[in-house]
Each structure stands twice: as C-alpha cells, then as structure tokens.
C-alpha cells in the first residue's frame, strides 16, 4: 500500500486473499476520518453504516466511497452545501447511489461542497470551508471540494462527483487526483440536485485512471428516470484501458496554452503529452477558436438555467422556512433571501437579469447561438484528431482567500472546464506531477467526442503509467 | 453599472428579500460580470441556430404501462409533504395571497 492508501485494484486485491474483510476496511476508514477530517472537513455527514452484502466478484464489493452532497440517499440529510436545506431528509435514492448499492459498495459519508454546487475553490460552502489535504492554506478547487478532498487525503477509497463547469475535473487537479466527467447523458442525474440541467453532470474521483473506468463502468446507462440518459449501451471501460497508442492523434489547441497559463502548470502539463509522443501517439496542434467565448456563454447559461432550477425552493414544501413571513409572498423572498448565501443569489439574479423582459435575446438567445459554434469548434477538431489535450486548470492550488471577494477572478479557473460542458463532451482530469515552483498538483485534461470515454481514459491511463515509469 | 433600482427589480422577480448591503455587493459583482459577458457582442452568430441542448434526444417515451413505482400510502404521503413547514391533514398549509 502506497502513501495514497487502498484504491479499488489493491483493495480488491486484499479483500479477495482474504487479508482485509469489508468489515474492518469500512472501519478503517471511518477510523482515518475521525481522526484527520477535523483538518479537511472534506465531510458533511457520516452517519452511514456498514450494509453487509455478498462478496461478490464485482469491482467494487466492499469498497468504501463517499458521494457529494448533491445525491440523495432516502432516509438521510442531503444539504447541497447550503444552509436552506440544513434539515432536509430525502425521500427516494439517487440512481448514482442505488447502482453502488447494487454494486455492494460502501457509503462512508456524504461530502462537503460549494453551495449548491456554485464554485471552484470550497469556499462557498455554508458549513465549513474545506482544505486541500496537499496543503491546508490552500483550496482543494470545487465545486466537488470535499469528494475531491477526501480522495486525496485518503479519507475514502474514490467519491462521486458532479461536473457542470469544471467541478469534478478542476479541484481533482488540484488535489493530485483523477476526476471525470462523462458525456452528458451517460451517466442517471435522477435524485442530483439539478444546478444547470442542460450541463450537470455526475462522475468519479479517483486515485488512479483504472478506478475511474471501474466507477463509470458501474455508474453509466440509461436511466427511465433521467429522460436525458442517452438510450446506448454501456461498456466495461477498463478493457480497452491497456491498448496501444500508437498512431493515437492527439490535438492540441493553441487557445488553451496562452495568457493566464502558470508557467509551472503549462511545464508539466507539456511533460505529460511527450510521455503520449514517447509512446507512439501522432501530436498535433489545432484551434478552438470560439474557447474565448466559452466563459461568458457560461456565465449567462448556468445562471438562467439556475435561476430556474433554485425556484423550488421557497419555503413551503420543505427547507428553511422563514417564520417571521406575513403572507405568502414574504415566505418566499424571506425564506430566499436568508436561506441561500452569496453565491446562490448571485448566479440567481445574474440568470434572472439575463432571461428578463427586453434582455432575453441580447443575452440568452446569443449565448444559446455562441454555445453552437463552440460546440462546431469541437465536432470539427474531433474529424481531426482522437483525443484533445491541454491543462485543466490555469494555475495550482491558490490560497484561502485569495479570491474569495472577487467572483470573475474566481469563474476563470474554470476556463479550461467549461467550454467541455457546453459542448456536451467528456473530459478527464489526470495527475501530471508537481509544479516546479509550488511543489503542488497539476492536472493534464483530456477531452473526447461525445462518449468516447474510452479513448480519453485510454490517453489518461498512458500518461499516468509513462509518469510513474519515469520517477 | 446596474442601478439600485434595477437591482431591486431583479432581487423581486427572483422573489429575494437582500439587505442594503448584500444589494450594494450584487450590484458591484452584477456589473463586474456583465461587463465581461458583453465580449459577445463581438461573436459573430449570424445564421447560427441556438443550441439548447447538446444530446439532439427528443420526445423520450416510455411504453404505455402502468409503471407502479409510485404507489401512494401514509408513508409516502409522510416523505413526500412530511417536510413541509406548515401542514393540515394530507395537504401543505401556506399562508394568504392577500397583504396583511
């Protein structure tokens, strides 16, 4: 067992000899918890126990993981990070967390997050602010801080993530551990809190790129529930990990390597494309020529559409409530206006402003038009090349507060994530060392045609061997 | 720069009661982030066609039967509006319309 403790492929090893039961690896964990999550707060809640399954032959029976706190779970609180759903039970199973089930994995505990999944550093939490276990002055990245969190603090052996701008791939870059988001529509969003539901989307963060097409082979499919799942059938994602590359083409776009680009980031993230060259894959420069774009269409979508989805809640089917309302009317803008923080409220009026009488066109409609042509950037690269690459995120973990009070600085760590949402493709996030300056993680993004999955984890797996070979 | 009044008519459609200086914040992070989005205006989109969602699903089905997932009893009931601040009998209690 190595420093980043048990992943699936060595817990499963360990549980098969019969060296580990369920049992005490479940203990194990909630025992690294207790004692280290006091220095993360990566969880939320933890009161889950132990369900004893058969231990069977698949990949994931008796391995303990944790699910953000977006995905609900029938019988247990499900906050989103926010303090308006503090109390909030749910009352049926996310699909996520019914295929783990099925799957005999074991829920440790529900993960800390950015409210209502707004965010890229942890920070907008309403509980506590969750660290980055690399460095603990700094943020692990978000909005999937705590799942990302625990994984590289080995507080759990992978999490579930959701991704609607970057949130599973950019703080799994900076906390040294790999996260991916699936093509929109592979994976059920039954029972996940709907943020941005024409970007939303659920994946793993794991320590290693064969644990993530473990996960996901588990996790993808259609769902009856989700009617966005795509109707196609699901694959085991880890037996085309191993296959060559060579010949593999690998697209570079020029847009993701210029201004804003730390040098240290920009350093490892070449590092890990030469490690594809040295294994026979065909590099290639290419444009995305609308990615300038990307942020701003972001910024009016995401906020119109959470608008929207937020409506629901209003203090009268459940969640805070407040008590001081006259009539009704009051009931909603009181129980709306202290229930939610700064950052809901914001992305609320922002979507508000955008979609209102004598604006909708100047903004939505124009956004919904930009969203085409970046999604063209990418369908007409992909007749080029098989996988594209670049970084995930413009620099390394920052530090606590450093840009707390400034939203725009804030929404550009996600410049390299978003425009992957908008198009619809998947992504992945792998670890390609330290950089040089900072001694912290950086993450190497892979993005791939509409599910090709595959290949991006076929691209990930290979840099991710080629680093370790090269220590 | 939006207004206070501007900000106060969008604070009211998003239904959202804000004091004088969560107003103040949104107005000043408003505007940060709407100057940034009018980089758009120099997109070119002419005959481009919005994109409103990227499956290109349309109309998805299900056959005509009767699923059964749902069956309602007294515990549904109680998941289902049990969390509900005000309630009387089977129903979700929520207060007048009217001003008072």
């Not at chain 1, 126990?49 to 058969?54: A, G, K, L, R, Y």
């Not at chain 1, 060259?277 to 290419?286: E, K, V, Y």
């Amino acid at each position: 067992m190595s420093d980043i403790g048990y992943t699936i492929s060595s817990a499963r090893a360990a549980l098969e000899s019969g060296s580990l039961t369920p049992e005490r690896l479940f203990e194990h964990y909630q025992r690294r918890i207790a004692e280290h999550d006091g220095d993360i707060h990566a969880y939320r809640n933890t009161k889950f126990s132990f369900i004893p399954h058969e231990l069977e032959t698949s990949a994931l029976s008796g391995i303990p993981y944790a699910l953000k706190d977006n995905m609900l779970v029938a019988g247990s609180v499900a906050t989103g990070g926010s303090k308006i759903l503090e109390h909030y039970v749910s009352s049926y199973d996310s699909t996520a967390y019914q295929k783990l089930l099925a799957a005999g994995a074991q829920l440790l505990g529900k993960t800390n997050m950015d409210e209502f999944a707004m965010g890229s550093s942890g920070e907008n939490s309403a509980y506590e602010v969750v660290r980055n276990p690399r460095d603990t002055s700094r943020v692990p990245g978000g909005s999937s801080a705590g799942s990302a969190a625990a994984v590289a603090g080995d507080l759990c052996v992978f999490s579930l993530g959701s991704d609607t701008g970057g949130s599973i791939r950019q703080p799994a870059a900076l906390c040294g551990v790999v996260g991916l988001k699936p093509t929109y529509g592979r994976v059920s969003r039954h029972g996940l809190m709907a943020m941005a539901s024409s970007l939303d989307q659920i994946g793993p963060i794991t320590k290693t790129v064969h644990d993530s097409a473990h996960v996901l082979s588990v996790i993808a499919g259609h769902d009856v529930m989700d009617s966005t799942t795509a109707p196609r059938e699901t694959q085991d994602y880890t037996e085309s990990l191993e296959q060559d590359i060579t010949g593999l083409r690998v697209g570079i776009p020029e847009e993701y390597f210029g201004e804003g680009l730390a040098d240290e980031v920009r350093e490892r993230v070449e590092a890990g494309i030469e490690v594809l060259r040295s294994r026979g894959a065909i590099i290639t420069p290419i444009s995305l020529p609308h990615s300038k774009y990307a942020l701003a269409v972001y910024y009016i979508i995401q906020p119109s559409e959470v608008s929207a989805n937020l409506n629901r809640y209003d203090g009268i089917r459940y969640g805070y409530s407040a008590p001081d309302a006259a009539n009704l009317f009051e009931v909603y803008t009181k129980s709306r206006g202290s229930g939610f923080g700064p950052e809901p409220i914001r992305r609320i009026m922002l979507g508000t402003y955008a979609l209102s009488a004598g604006y909708f066109d100047a903004y939505y409609i124009k956004a919904q038009k930009v969203r085409a042509l970046i999604r063209r950037d990418f369908d007409r690269a992909f007749e080029r090349v098989d996988v594209i690459a670049g970084p995930t995120a413009p620099t390394v973990a920052f530090p606590i507060g450093e840009k707390s009070d400034d939203p725009l600085a804030m929404y550009l760590s996600d410049i390299y994530t978003v425009p992957v949402n908008l198009a619809g493709v998947p992504a992945i996030s792998v670890p390609c060392g330290v950089g040089a300056s900072s001694g912290l993680p950086v993450g190497l993004q892979f993005i791939g045609p509409m599910f090709g999955e595959a290949a991006i984890l076929r691209a990930a797996w290979h840099v991710e061997q080629g680093l370790i070979a090269n220590k | 720069m939006l207004t206070e009044k501007e900000i106060e008519h969008i604070a009211k459609l998003a239904r959202l009661e804000l004091t004088h200086e969560m107003r103040e914040r949104m107005r000043k992070d408003l505007s940060s982030v709407l100057d940034y989005i009018a980089l758009l205006e120099t997109a070119d989109t002419s005959g481009v066609e919005p994109l409103y969602q990227v499956t290109g699903l349309q109309n998805q089905t299900r056959p005509d039967v009767r699923r059964g997932d749902f069956s309602m009893d007294a515990a549904a009931t109680e998941r289902l509006i049990g969390q509900a601040p005000a309630q009387q009998g089977r129903f979700v209690k929520v207060k007048s319309v009217k001003a008072t």
